[in-house]
């Protein structure tokens, strides 16, 4: 099982041998999101606890988790690997050199620029890394959002709201604040807005001064749902679920059990030939909404399997 500071020592041999170099071939055969295109220059390798992520200068970020299995490698090229090439999950390969993450469960990329540019937010959000950011501001972006109907967990995302949350981050604030992802953000009462805003601020502050993101103490690893799907989740012992939310799609985790508070009420969809079966006695309704629930987490099932 690699430790932080394996990850750290992998991310500085990759620094070493891919940073300013033009990549000439990439491979993730299982990537969820945009893939950086051949003949882009790498950026920058950095680590955060388990967690590593590359930027190539067009902006994609590539970020994988370690977790218990996965492993970076280098090697100079036409060299012999030391593991299988069916568990490669990225190959990266430069003129000299090839990098190849092994067995990682987590690989997904997205754009540090993808965040929604609205007209009405000229400006960025208050920086919650800052000791003196103003909640107040932030509150005010988050109820005035342009798009009300926008689920909280992309809305966290838009750092015209708030600067500084990630992915990680926004998947452990919901969750602490045990908000339903899906909630509209136009929905959502003042106490939650001041809630999430105070969350996302402490969890990030206290994470300032060491690479390990911690922000919880309750599960090995110090997050409580983000890279943890299928396993319990420390409130409620609920399975923790994962999915792709929100455009440009990002993986979202999350305990269905628990995070219920302004959960959003179900769409009727007139389009699903489930839901125009509804018969009107309240029986009927149930078994078809039933249906419809196995209907719609198969579907989610699908999709991940097919990325
Ligand atoms: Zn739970």
């Not at 940073?19 to 295109?37: C, H, I, K, S, W």
């Not at 959002?145 to 981050?169: F, R, W």
């Amino acid at each position: 099982m690699p430790e932080g500071d394996t990850i750290h020592r992998a991310a500085a041999a990759l620094r070493t041998a891919l940073v300013g170099r033009q990549m000439v071939g990439f491979d993730a055969p299982r990537l969820t999101g945009p893939a950086p295109r051949v003949g882009r220059t790498i950026e920058s390798v950095d680590a955060h606890g388990k967690h590593l992520e590359i930027t190539w200068d067009d902006e994609i970020v590539l970020h994988t988790h370690m977790r218990m299995t996965g492993s970076w490698h280098l090697y100079r090229r036409g060299e012999k690997w030391r593991k299988p090439r069916r568990l490669a999950r990225v190959v990266i390969e430069t003129v000299e050199w090839v990098a190849v993450c092994f067995s990682a469960p987590i690989v997904e990329t997205y754009r540090s620029d993808s965040f929604v540019r609205h007209p009405n937010f000229g400006r960025l959000g208050p920086d919650l890394c800052k000791a003196d950011y103003d909640v107040d501001e932030c509150v005010r972006r988050m109820m005035s959002y342009p798009e009300p109907t926008k689920s909280i967990a992309e809305v966290m995302l838009d750092q015209h709201v708030v600067c500084g949350v990630g992915n990680v981050y926004r998947c452990e604030v919901l969750w602490a604040c045990e908000v339903h992802p899906h909630a509209e953000v136009g929905t959502l009462p003042q106490s939650a807005c001041v809630e999430l805003v105070r969350t996302a601020a402490d969890m990030l502050q206290a994470n300032l001064h060491h690479t390990a993101r911690i922000t919880t103490v309750g599960t090995p690893g110090g997050l409580a749902v983000y890279g943890r799907n299928n396993q319990r989740c420390e409130r409620c012992q609920g399975i923790i679920a994962i999915e792709q939310h929100g455009q440009p799609p990002r993986l979202l985790y999350w305990c269905p059990e628990c995070q219920t508070r302004c959960q959003p009420a179900p769409k009727r969809d007139d389009s699903n030939p489930l839901a125009r079966m509804t018969d009107p006695h309240p029986a009927g309704a149930q078994f078809v909404a039933n249906l419809i629930d196995e209907y719609g987490r198969f579907s989610d099932v699908d999709e991940l399997e097919a990325s």
